[in-house]
């Protein structure tokens, strides 16, 4: 039987889940997304191309897979248009018959993006630092039952009578709680339903498809966006995002059921880094942390942002692999821990005064975590050309038993470097 496998981040987002599913792709049929929209920002090297994506699965690099943009996906319309111009610009092929866009996916539109920034900049010292996409109000009118789906989108005269009723309601909002004067609901709707004509190819029932390709026997990768601590219920809440980022959101967001998911791939970057705000036990807001963003690269893919950056917390990555049901580590970005004298990984917090492994539930205890970190010595030598694990340092292998130790499962791959070929493949999660 075809297997299916899902690649969840166990962190905060950006933990290299681009790089593993384009890695992936080669082996599969299908790459799919279930939630988040272009907040996202997945990069995939490919020789010396780097290619950013944001909306559209990392899949669509590979000639002749079907990329799936499922119901749980929340699409700005503007976006996916500049993200398929600025593909097949680099010579990728796009056509409805590899990029499916679900009829019930939600629409951003501009009083989402227009929300997102005004109450981000009112919230003054307590914001959340999103990425301004429209991606928290296009989910909460979604959750409210006002939210507008691809499929009544292309519905020009229903798309125009929603469009202005919700603009209307917004107005009163922008207006009453921000000053502001808010947003002229016709010219949104004409410059829209041209926008409409362009995607309609594209926009299908995406469930009904996904069960046709199982049923050909057809291997399907689910690309997870965000990480697990910025899932909406089990994330660092509210520094998190508006979606389901665990695993369960694969399945509410493309219509599959859990039996579909044979494999979770939980991708840990070898250290944490965190864009936005709220609390982040290991950080290092030091030297520690800016070696570790100037040798990673560490700013961010969708906004530019330097990302704060810190230890490997082995709490957090515990909790994931509980939460998700991760079977495999994509262990990432080895090679930038090359060259420290010592690491520090938090194998504990201490939380008044007894140590726990227990990620907490409240932000109030989670501010008062200590990390309890271990130890070990680094290594010098550059790792980028190892293809074994035997062919790693000493000190890298030590390293990475005592992170198998704590996590209690195995690795498919370690990555140690942004290239496809950069990486020591343990498991072939497909075979
Ligand atoms: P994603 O959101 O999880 O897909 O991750 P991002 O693309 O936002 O950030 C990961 C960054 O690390 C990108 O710049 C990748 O090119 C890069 N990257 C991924 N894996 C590795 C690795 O093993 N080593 C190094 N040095 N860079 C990596
Ligand atoms: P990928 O898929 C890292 C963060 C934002 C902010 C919070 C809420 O590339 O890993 P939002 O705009 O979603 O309302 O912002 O979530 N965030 C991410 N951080 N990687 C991401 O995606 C993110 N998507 C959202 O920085 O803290
Ligand atoms: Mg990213």
Same mark, same amino acid.
């Given at each position: 039987?075809?297997? $299916?496998?899902?690649?969840?981040?166990?962190?905060?987002?950006?933990?290299?889940?681009?790089?593993?599913?384009?890695?992936?792709?080669?082996?599969?049929?299908?790459?799919?997304?279930?939630?988040?929209? $272009? &907040?996202?920002?997945?990069?995939?090297?490919?020789?010396?191309?780097?290619?950013?994506?944001?909306?559209? *699965?990392?899949?669509?690099?590979?000639?002749?897979?079907?990329?799936?943009?499922? $119901?749980?996906?929340?699409?700005?319309?503007?976006?996916?248009?500049?993200?398929?111009?600025?593909?097949?610009?680099?010579?990728?092929?796009? /056509?409805?018959?590899?990029?499916?866009?679900?009829?019930?996916?939600?629409?951003?539109?501009?009083?989402?993006?227009?929300?997102?920034?005004?109450?981000?900049?009112?919230?003054?010292?307590?914001?959340?630092? =999103?990425?301004?996409?429209?991606? /928290?109000?296009?989910?909460?009118?979604?959750?409210?039952?006002?939210?507008?789906?691809?499929?009544?989108?292309?519905?020009?005269?229903?798309?125009?009578?929603?469009?202005?009723?919700?603009?209307?309601? !917004?107005?009163? =909002?922008?207006?009453?709680?921000?000053?502001?004067?808010?947003?002229?609901?016709?010219?949104?709707?004409?410059? !829209?339903?041209?926008?409409?004509?362009?995607?309609?190819?594209?926009?299908?029932?995406?469930? /009904?498809?996904?069960?046709?390709?199982?049923?050909?026997?057809?291997?399907?990768?689910?690309?997870?966006?965000?990480?697990? !601590?910025?899932?909406?219920?089990?994330? %660092?809440?509210?520094?998190?995002?508006?979606?389901?980022? =665990?695993?369960?959101?694969?399945?509410?967001?493309?219509?599959?059921?859990?039996?579909?998911?044979?494999?979770?791939?939980?991708?840990?970057?070898?250290? %944490?880094?965190?864009?936005?705000?709220?609390?982040? *036990?290991?950080?290092?807001?030091?030297?520690?942390?800016?070696?570790?963003?100037?040798?990673?690269?560490?700013?961010?893919?969708?906004?530019?942002?330097?990302?704060?950056?810190?230890?490997?917390?082995?709490?957090?990555?515990?909790?994931?692999?509980?939460?998700?049901?991760?079977?495999?580590?994509?262990?990432?970005?080895?090679?930038?821990?090359?060259?420290?004298?010592?690491?520090?990984?938090?194998?504990?917090?201490?939380?008044?005064?007894?140590? %726990?492994?227990?990620? *907490?539930?409240?932000?109030?205890?989670?501010?008062?975590?200590?990390?309890?970190?271990?130890?070990?010595?680094?290594?010098?030598?550059?790792?980028?050309?190892?293809?074994?694990?035997?062919?790693?340092?000493? &000190?890298?292998?030590?390293?990475?038993?005592?992170?198998?130790?704590?996590?209690?499962?195995?690795?498919?791959?370690?990555?140690?470097?942004?290239?496809?070929?950069?990486?020591?493949?343990?498991?072939?999660?497909?075979?």
């Amino acid at each position: 039987m075809a297997k $299916n496998v899902a690649v969840i981040g166990s962190q905060w987002g950006d933990e290299g889940k681009g790089k593993i599913v384009d890695l992936l792709s080669e082996k599969a049929d299908v790459i799919a997304r279930a939630q988040g929209g $272009n &907040n996202a920002g997945h990069t995939v090297v490919v020789g010396e191309k780097k290619s950013i994506l944001h909306l559209i *699965p990392s899949g669509i690099l590979h000639e002749g897979k079907v990329c799936i943009i499922g $119901n749980g996906v929340v699409v700005d319309p503007k976006v996916i248009l500049q993200e398929m111009d600025e593909l097949k610009g680099q010579g990728v092929k796009i /056509g409805p018959e590899n990029l499916l866009i679900s009829k019930r996916a939600h629409v951003i539109l501009p009083y989402h993006i227009l929300m997102d920034k005004l109450s981000e900049r009112s919230r003054k010292k307590e914001k959340i630092g =999103t990425t301004g996409r429209g991606i /928290g109000p296009a989910y909460s009118c979604k959750a409210s039952r006002t939210g507008i789906r691809m499929g009544d989108f292309l519905d020009k005269e229903l798309f125009t009578i929603i469009l202005k009723k919700n603009i209307e309601r !917004f107005n009163r =909002t922008f207006s009453a709680s921000f000053g502001d004067p808010g947003l002229e609901p016709l010219g949104i709707a004409e410059d !829209f339903s041209e926008i409409a004509e362009q995607l309609r190819p594209f926009v299908k029932d995406t469930v /009904g498809r996904i069960h046709e390709l199982f049923d050909e026997g057809r291997k399907v990768l689910y690309e997870g966006a965000q990480g697990s !601590f910025l899932d909406i219920d089990h994330g %660092t809440y509210p520094y998190v995002t508006s979606s389901n980022s =665990t695993i369960g959101g694969i399945c509410t967001g493309l219509g599959v059921p859990p039996q579909r998911i044979d494999e979770v791939v939980g991708i840990v970057k070898a250290y %944490t880094t965190r864009v936005g705000k709220g609390p982040f *036990p290991a950080e290092q807001d030091n030297g520690v942390g800016e070696s570790l963003r100037d040798k990673g690269g560490e700013y961010g893919a969708t906004t530019g942002r330097p990302r704060r950056c810190g230890w490997l917390d082995m709490v957090m990555v515990k909790h994931a692999i509980k939460v998700n049901g991760i079977t495999a580590m994509a262990f990432t970005k080895l090679d930038v821990l090359s060259g420290l004298d010592r690491i520090k990984v938090c194998v504990a917090y201490e939380y008044e005064g007894k140590k %726990t492994m227990q990620f *907490p539930a409240r932000l109030k205890e989670l501010e008062k975590c200590r990390p309890v970190y271990e130890e070990m010595d680094g290594w010098k030598e550059d790792v980028s050309s190892a293809k074994t694990i035997e062919d790693l340092p000493e &000190n890298a292998r030590k390293y990475l038993d005592r992170i198998r130790e704590l996590a209690g499962i195995d690795y498919a791959y370690i990555s140690v470097g942004k290239r496809r070929s950069e990486t020591i493949i343990v498991r072939d999660v497909f075979a």
